[in-house]
């Protein structure tokens, strides 16, 4: 079974693709969406000019924050940008279903190189930095499209206590928290409120990785890559219980663009 396949079955039973419980992602949304469309509310308010909220998702996979967003605020346009037709495909379906894809565009396309000729009141991308090269180059791509006085909501992983040498191979180089935030602003942003996954959150975003594969392969026990499958499960979960479960962390911030000339303190 291809890797797309895969992953499109791991997260059956999680579609927010990283480990975020829903009042998490409701209050993350309103952190970032809700605010600067309060914002386009009253500047149409005082200045008679509409033109809507602008909401772009740089990895969106198959739309879930995007189509969570629109079911959650009706004065809101989305954009999405993703490589994978399948996860696109499936974000249309679910907008329809919704009745909000007359409010949706979905480019299928490497994030990295997507070009708008309109900015964004809010971009997100959380749990996509790979596309991007880490979570600074996140950060650029995010600034390109943002509109002024806009918010970036993004998600990347941290290291809560110091990783085993395979933690580090499996998943790549992270910092702790306090220098991932020092990073952050030292590179222009001022987060405006952020999210430390909790060990629930963390923990039901593996069980239910694994129990996704686990469950489609138990009741397809004769399909071809049930084998396999299984195998993936085994293999992963045995990866996170015995290297990087008490070592990974994972953080949400809601970011606005730090004003030219003012300059933020890092933590001590």
């Not at 386009?40 to 200045?47: F, V, Y």
């Not at 994978?84 to 396309?109: G, M, T």
């Not at 293999?235 to 730090?258: A, I, K, Q």
């Amino acid at each position: 079974m291809n890797p797309e396949m895969i992953s499109e079955l791991a997260h059956t039973q999680h579609p927010i693709n990283s480990p975020l419980g829903d009042a998490s992602v409701d209050r993350l949304l309103d952190r970032t969406v809700n605010t600067v469309l309060s914002e386009s509310l009253a500047d149409t308010a005082s200045t008679g000019r509409g033109g809507g909220t602008r909401v772009l998702d740089l990895g969106c996979g198959e739309g879930a924050w995007l189509l969570r967003a629109l079911a959650r605020y009706p004065g809101v346009t989305a954009e999405g940008v993703d490589l994978s037709a399948r996860a696109l495909a499936k974000a249309r379906s679910e907008a329809v279903a919704l009745r909000v894809d007359q409010r949706l565009l979905l480019h299928q396309q490497d994030a990295a190189a997507f070009v708008s000729a309109e900015p964004f009141d809010a971009v997100l991308s959380v749990g996509a930095t790979h596309a991007f090269g880490g979570l600074l180059p996140t950060l650029d791509a995010a600034g390109k499209h943002l509109a002024p006085g806009g918010r970036v909501l993004v998600g990347d992983a941290f290291w809560q206590s110091e990783p085993s040498p395979a933690a580090r191979e499996m998943l790549g180089s992270y910092e702790d928290l306090a220098t991932t935030m020092d990073s952050v602003v030292a590179h222009g942003w001022t987060p405006v409120f952020g999210h430390i996954s909790t060990r629930e959150e963390l923990d039901d975003f593996e069980w239910c990785w694994t129990g996704s594969l686990t469950t489609w392969a138990l009741d397809h026990p004769e399909d071809p890559a049930c084998a396999e499958v299984l195998a993936v499960a085994s293999t992963h979960r045995s990866e996170w219980l015995r290297h990087y479960r008490d070592s990974f962390g994972f953080l949400t911030l809601v970011l606005g663009r730090t004003p030219e000339g003012v300059g933020i303190g890092q933590s001590a």
